[in-house]
């Protein structure tokens, strides 16, 4: 086989995985949309993405066709007929492109369905055909009366953190060597898991300081964990990257943040933060809820979506591990990355590309 034939082979079974992976992801959204009783409506929202989406009036029906994300793909088609329980009371729509008659705007307007037009981050761009606002009244209305409760945002913050300190504990079972801050923090995450299970904290400030207690023993204990760095006679990188010690932008000329990474791993870190950040805000308005209405964090009047930093926190050991699995099982090099002329450190695409694998094998 001559090196263009292979090279096309190669391309063909990149292909194949692509939409063999596609169509996984298709199959287990579709398994988790739960089945609707005869009599109840239709409350999973419908979700569309890709080129070509089309939407308009059939003989007095929405008829919808989805975008095309990969190939080979049949194109799946909804109709729904005026005042069917099958409905959808939302029909999200995630970057994408495509048509929408004017026939269909009227159409949901009539039937009291919104349909709300996020960017590729999740943000909202409109909302068409019920309300100019995206989120559900009565599930604001629960956020609202949760927040003034303190006894309720506990009790919401309670298992996010569990499932978070669980998170930790297998991260720390499985890439982190023996040695005295991996003990430190296993002690730590065990006992304040204990404590959550026996005598639950009063107040969220309380909860939040437990949690930012076990986040710091953790990641004093990634200092232990070498990363191997190749190629350093062509591509020399600064000393303090050979080990991690902070998830502060420490070489910062103003004051320290987790924002405008200089270490390799932080950049790593923030952009998987970055992907959950993204996945959690398209749920989080898909399930009708409001992003800026925090429970455990914010107040809703700081303008950022601090309840999907609420619901993000069981999700990010997941992303942690990604990147202690890179780790572990891989030597970098500094073209890995790309480099700004004030030392901002940013993820480059392949790796990227391979963080995402990660998570996605893990999840799968």
């Not at 609202?144 to 998170?167: N, S």
Request: hydrophobic letters at 40%.
């Amino acid at each position: 086989m001559n090196a263009q034939a292979k090279s096309l082979a190669e391309s063909e079974a990149i292909e194949d995985d692509w939409a063999a992976r596609c169509r996984f992801w298709l199959s287990e959204y579709e398994a988790s949309v739960p089945k609707r009783k005869r009599r109840e409506r239709q409350t999973h929202p419908l979700i569309l993405t890709g080129n070509g989406i089309s939407m308009r009036v059939d003989r007095g029906a929405l008829l919808i066709r989805d975008g095309l994300t990969h190939y080979p793909q049949d194109v799946r088609e909804h109709r729904f007929f005026p005042g069917g329980l099958e409905n959808p009371q939302r029909i999200i729509m995630v970057d994408g492109n495509g048509q929408i008659t004017l026939d269909a705007i009227d159409w949901l307007a009539e039937q009291e369905t919104a349909l709300i037009r996020l960017r590729w981050d999740g943000r909202v761009v409109s909302v068409v055909g019920q309300r100019s606002y995206s989120a559900d009244p009565d599930k604001v209305a629960w956020q609202v009366a949760t927040r003034k409760d303190e006894a309720a945002r506990v009790a919401f913050g309670v298992p996010l953190i569990r499932k978070k300190l669980e998170g930790t504990l297998a991260n720390l079972a499985e890439f982190f060597p023996a040695s005295r801050p991996k003990e430190r923090a296993v002690r730590t995450a065990e006992a304040i898991l204990y404590e959550l299970e026996t005598s639950p904290p009063a107040t969220t400030r309380e909860l939040l300081g437990l949690e930012g207690k076990a986040a710091a023993a953790y990641f004093a204990a990634w200092s232990t964990i070498p990363i191997r760095w190749k190629n350093l006679d062509k591509y020399p990188v600064p000393e303090d990257w050979l080990t991690f010690t902070s998830r502060s932008a420490l070489r910062a000329k103003k004051v320290p943040t987790n924002r405008r990474a200089t270490h390799p791993v932080n950049a790593m870190l923030n952009y998987l933060y970055g992907m959950l950040e993204i996945r959690t805000r398209i749920q989080v308005i898909a399930d009708g809820n409001d992003p800026r209405r925090g429970i455990l964090h914010g107040g809703g009047a700081s303008g950022r979506d601090t309840y999907v930093f609420d619901l993000m926190e069981a999700g990010r050991p997941l992303a942690e591990l990604a990147v202690l699995n890179l780790i572990q099982n891989h030597s970098l090099t500094a073209t890995d990355f790309t480099f700004s002329s004030t030392g901002v450190c940013r993820t480059g695409t392949e790796l990227a590309r391979s963080l995402c694998s990660i998570v996605l094998d893990r999840k799968g």
